[in-house]
């Protein structure tokens, strides 16, 4: 027997009620784990009037596309400079139309030399009006996506 406060439990209890909690634990840690992978895909492209660079982060929660992160820059080439409003307020106007629908956050600066762009997407709080308009659906895995990227040029790790 051993005495805890004023309760005497027999040593066989105790070892199987620990044993019993223990293993609890560790189901209920296993049933909460959730794999977790991330996909980097960078690509920059040279044309006539400028020079583009993406970044695309992709996170999967348990194999499916969860959240991505997303960044373009355009460089104009000299005498394109004026491309810069032009890209500027049509990524701002596609944006804030997304962004309205919720999970979509973007921040947007203009340079007199380049644009940029950034952007979040949670794909768990984008309505499914937003998720086909951007081109996803809930069933882009790992796998997909990569291939998708590396056959459009990017290169991902």
């Known amino acids: 027997m051993i005495k805890i406060g004023n309760l005497n439990i027999d040593k066989k209890k105790l070892i199987i009620i620990g044993s019993a909690t223990i293993l609890l634990i560790i189901i209920i840690i296993t049933l909460n784990i959730r794999s977790t992978k991330q996909l980097i895909c960078t690509k920059t492209t040279t044309d006539d009037t400028d020079t583009t660079v993406e970044k695309v982060t ?4 348990n194999g499916h596309l969860n959240t991505m992160d997303s960044f373009i820059s355009k460089t104009p080439k000299e005498g394109y400079e004026y491309i810069i409003n032009i890209v500027y307020n049509n990524y701002e106007s596609q944006s804030e139309k997304l962004r309205i629908n919720g999970g979509y956050e973007y921040e947007l600066s203009k340079y007199d030399d380049h644009f940029e762009a950034t952007a979040t997407i949670d794909l768990n709080e984008i309505p499914d009006s937003t998720k086909n308009e951007i081109g996803f659906n809930n069933e ?3 796998k997909d996506v990569k291939t998708n990227l590396e056959e459009n040029g990017f290169n991902c790790k």
């Not at 992709?58 to 929660?61: G, L």
């Open 58 to 61: 992709f996170h999967f929660v």
């Open 140 to 142: 882009w895995i790992y």
